[in-house]
């Protein structure tokens, strides 16, 4: 059984910057509280009438043009997102038609942060079984029309973004995703939630008002979450690969919050070196934020053949999950 193999990589970011000092005029913050706190110096917004879609059909025709794949040759678009363009159809639906790809199914997974780990994972299946030759897999999320620009205890935190990758058969032996570990933990789904404007508390004025459709957080228990669960699905990833974490060339991590992923890295013990960082340009994009940073370490020429490379995400729910993969 062939495993998988990532053969494109492609991400987008809009071009408006929000940087903290904007954000200095808008809430009770300042630059240096944001900067020691989480590490983002900057984040990304979406253009007025750009939307989810259109963020991940840029990154997809980049991933494409990797790839050499053309649109129609694609079997199967996963996208993982919580901001779609609109509540139905799927994003994936509206990508798979503004490319043209019209032979693949699409649909969305919804593990917010932890989105395009469970995309890929989800795609991955379908290409080891043999279902699917191409697949077509994209973390997009706007998050910047679901924050709450009140509360500097979000607000600060995320940014707007899309990253893809196509998978293909790998053709060499014991290279592409070796593993994927994922985990759910539904009792923490209040620790990270946007409480209102789905079926259980329908959008009103009076919601909208009280701010229900938008992001809620409690900042340290998902920090206490993130540190303790990535730490351990990571280790169980590469234990499953017979693997350490002393062999891992490169880490591929959700781009949160710079002092979580350096309690993470601490407790691997693997060197922050090895993590790539773009969460001071980007913020948390959400879901687009592993494959962004993915393309843009592989486009920067980090990644060798063979080299062991380490992707973790979290997101609400709780989920997270790793997959180890052999570039
Ligand atoms: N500017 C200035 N002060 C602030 C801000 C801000 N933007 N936000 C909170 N504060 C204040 C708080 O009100 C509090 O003040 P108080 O002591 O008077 O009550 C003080 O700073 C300390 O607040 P804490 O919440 O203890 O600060 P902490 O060091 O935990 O940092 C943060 C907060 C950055 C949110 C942190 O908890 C965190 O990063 N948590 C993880 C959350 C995360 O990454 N979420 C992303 C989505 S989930 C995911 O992607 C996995």
Same mark, same amino acid.
């Given at each position: 059984m062939a495993l998988a193999q990532i053969i494109g990589t492609g991400s987008y970011a809009p071009t408006q910057v929000i940087t903290n000092q904007e954000l200095e005029k808008i809430v009770d913050t300042s630059d240096a509280w944001i900067v020691e706190r989480t590490g983002i110096k900057q984040r990304r917004r979406a253009a007025p009438g750009e939307a989810t879609s259109d963020m991940a059909l840029a990154a997809a025709r980049q991933a494409l043009a990797m790839a050499g794949? /053309?649109? #129609? +040759?694609?079997?199967l678009i996963v996208v993982g997102t919580?901001? *779609?363009? @609109?509540? @139905?159809?799927s994003c994936a639906a509206l990508v798979q038609a503004k490319l043209g790809a019209v032979n693949a199914f699409a649909f969305d997974v919804g593990a917010a942060c932890a989105g395009a780990l469970y995309a890929m994972s989800v795609a991955d299946q379908f290409l080891r079984n043999g279902k699917v030759r191409r697949a077509l897999v994209i973390g997009a999320d706007l998050f910047t029309r679901i924050l709450n620009w009140e509360d500097r205890n979000t607000c600060i935190l995320f940014g707007d973004g899309a990253g893809a990758m196509v998978l293909a058969p *790998? +053709? +060499? #032996?014991? /290279? &592409? %995703?070796l593993s994927t570990h994922l985990k759910t933990d &539904?009792? $923490?789904?209040? %620790? $990270? *939630? %946007?409480? &209102?404007? &789905?079926?259980?508390e329908p959008m009103t004025e009076e919601g909208v008002r009280a701010h229900r459709q938008t992001v809620t957080m409690n900042g340290r228990e998902v920090f206490k979450c993130a540190v303790r669960t990535l730490t351990e699905v990571t280790l169980e990833g590469l234990r499953a690969n017979g693997l350490v974490p002393a062999q891992v060339d490169h880490v591929i991590a959700h781009q949160a919050n710079i002092r979580i992923l350096e309690a993470v890295m601490h407790r691997l013990e %693997?060197?922050? #070196?090895k993590c790539w960082l773009n969460l001071d340009k980007y913020g948390n994009t959400s879901a687009a934020s592993v494959p962004l940073a993915l393309d843009e370490a592989h486009r920067a020429g980090r990644f060798k053949r063979g080299d062991v490379i380490a992707m973790m995400a979290i997101g609400a729910g709780m989920t997270w999950g790793c997959s180890v993969v052999r570039w």
């Open positions: 794949t /053309r649109p #129609e +040759e694609i079997d919580v901001t *779609a363009d @609109m509540p @139905m159809p *790998a +053709e +060499e #032996e014991g /290279r &592409g %995703i &539904g009792t $923490l789904s209040e %620790i $990270l *939630a %946007i409480p &209102g404007g &789905g079926s259980r %693997i060197p922050l #070196e």
